[in-house]
C-alpha cells in the first residue's frame, strides 16, 4: 500500500500546474460580466436565498460584502476586487511568484465564488475547485514535495476511478441508457443547433448509449491494465471532448480532460515539446 500511494511516480508537475492556472484564467475571463450578476446584492437571484442552500459557516462572498458594506463600500466594488484578486492568483502562479501561496489563495477565493453561487453552480465547478486543490501541492516545493505530489497524482487517479464507476453503475440501473433512449434524448435535446444527431437508426442510439455506460463502468478496470490503458484513455478523452464540442458544455469537457491528463498522462508518455521547460527534472530524484 505504501508503495502504490507514495511511490514516485509523478512528473510534469509544473505543468501540471501551468494548465490548471491558464484553464481557469480562461475560464474566469470568459464568464466574468456573469460573476458581476451572480454575486451582488442585487443579482439575478439575491444571495439572500443562497443562504438557503448553504451551511451558515461556509466562508463566502456575502460575508465579507455585508462587512464592508458596514464602512462604505459597495457590494459590487467589493465583488470586483475579490474576483481581482483571484485573478491575480492565477496570474501569479503561472509566473511562479510566490506560487504556493497563490494556489492557496486562489482555492480559498474559488470555493467562496462556488458557496456564493450554489444556485448556478454545477459539476464542472466542483471539478475545477478539485483541480485548484491539486493545484496548492503541485505549487508546493518544500520538505518530502516530491512523496506528497506522488500521493496527489495517485489520489486523482483513485478520485476518477470512483466517480467514473458510480456515474456508469447508475446509468446501469437505470432504463434510458440500456435502451438507448438516453442518447436520443440528448441528442435532440441538449446538442447544439448546428450538430444534428436527428434522424439516426435506433441501433445508433443503442450502441451510443451502451458504449458510454461500459466505458463508464470498466474505466477503473481498463485504465489500471497496462495494456488497456491507452485505448481507454484516449476513448475517455474523446468521449470528453464530444460532450465540450457537441453539447457546449466546455467547462465540464475540458476540466475532465485536463483531470484525466494528469491523473494518467505521463503513464502513456504523453508530453508537450513546447512546453518542455516547465517538466520536473525526474532526474534529480
Known amino acids: 500500500m505504501n508503495s502504490y500511494l507514495f511511490e514516485y511516480s509523478c512528473r510534469n508537475t509544473k505543468l501540471y500546474s501551468l ?3 491558464l484553464f481557469c484564467l480562461i475560464n474566469l475571463l470568459l464568464i466574468f460580466p456573469d460573476y458581476i450578476y451572480i454575486y451582488v446584492d442585487n443579482s439575478y437571484i439575491p444571495a439572500k436565498y443562497n443562504g438557503f442552500y448553504i451551511p451558515k459557516y461556509y466562508l463566502n462572498f456575502s460575508h465579507i460584502t455585508e462587512l464592508t458594506q458596514t464602512i462604505g ?3 459590487k466594488a467589493t465583488i470586483l476586487v475579490l474576483l481581482s484578486l483571484y485573478f491575480f492568483s492565477l496570474i501569479s502562479i503561472i509566473l511562479d511568484f510566490y506560487k504556493f501561496i497563490f ?23 466542483f471539478f475545477v475547485n478539485f483541480a485548484l486543490f491539486l493545484n496548492v501541492f503541485f505549487s508546493y516545493s518544500g520538505k518530502n514535495n516530491i512523496i506528497l505530489k506522488s500521493f496527489i497524482q495517485r489520489l486523482t487517479q483513485i478520485h476518477l476511478c470512483i466517480i467514473y464507476f458510480f456515474a456508469g453503475l447508475g446509468k ?13 434524448k440528448i441528442s435532440h435535446l441538449y446538442f447544439a443547433e448546428h450538430i444534428s444527431f436527428k434522424n439516426l437508426p435506433s441501433v445508433f442510439y443503442l450502441f451510443s448509449s451502451l458504449f458510454v455506460v461500459s466505458l463508464q463502468t470498466s474505466y477503473s478496470v481498463l485504465i489500471n491494465i497496462k495494456q488497456t490503458r491507452v485505448f481507454t484513455f484516449y476513448c475517455i478523452i474523446i468521449l470528453h471532448l464530444m460532450i465540450a464540442i457537441t453539447m457546449q458544455f466546455y467547462t465540464f469537457g475540458t476540466v475532465m480532460i485536463l483531470l484525466n491528463y494528469i491523473a494518467w498522462g505521463n503513464y502513456i508518455n504523453i508530453d508537450f515539446t513546447l512546453l518542455k521547460k516547465y517538466r520536473l527534472n525526474d532526474n534529480k530524484h
Open 19 to 21: 494548465l490548471i492556472s
Open 73 to 75: 463600500v459597495s457590494s
Open 103 to 125: 494556489a492557496i489563495a486562489a482555492l480559498l477565493l474559488h470555493t467562496m465564488m462556488i458557496n456564493s453561487s450554489n444556485i448556478f453552480s454545477y459539476g464542472a465547478d
Open 172 to 184: 446501469l440501473f437505470g432504463v434510458d441508457w440500456i435502451n438507448g433512449s438516453a442518447f436520443w
